[in-house]
């Protein structure tokens, strides 16, 4: 395998220095350039193994506060700062720049278990869904509105 790898390397090398004047060291320099570049391409050498990317894979966080605290009648809890408030899609974009599917992912929370607002505010919601529902399209159960 390296024996190829050389062969080619000179076939490069002299193919160049045929066509411009190298120095011995420039010369050795381009041998040494050419064949680590081939037997890395041939994986005659050995690259370090690249890491999968953590991208979407990052760390499940512990929760700082227990999750049967978080969302409560009046507020939801932010996991990032322990700030309390009625909803919280807009606070954790603008102050810690996540997604809510970011910040589930983070603590590894169900989405149907732990919305983003309070049960005061999604009950609210619901109900004005509802009233909607039943104005827009009589008949037609719809309860779910995102
Ligand atoms: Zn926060």
């Not at 370090?48 to 999750?67: A, F, Y």
């Not at 149907?112 to 869904?129: D, G, M």
């Amino acid at each position: 395998m390296a024996s190829e790898v050389l062969k080619l390397t000179a076939q490069i090398v002299i193919s160049h220095a045929s066509m411009s004047e190298l120095t011995p060291d420039q010369l050795v320099g381009e041998i040494k350039e050419v064949y680590n570049l081939l037997a890395s391409l041939e994986g005659d050498m050995i690259l370090p193994e690249v890491p999968e990317p953590l991208i979407g894979k990052e760390e499940v966080r512990k929760p700082p506060i227990p999750l049967k605290d978080i969302v409560k009648e009046k507020y939801v809890v932010c996991l990032e700062c322990g700030k309390k408030m009625r909803t919280l899609k807009a606070h954790i974009r603008r102050t810690h720049n996540l997604m809510p599917r970011e910040y589930f992912n983070r603590y590894g929370l169900d989405p149907k278990k732990f919305p983003l607002v309070c049960k005061e505010y999604s009950e609210q919601r619901r109900k004005l869904a509802i009233e909607k529902g039943l104005g827009a399209q009589r008949g037609k159960r719809k309860t779910k509105t995102a």
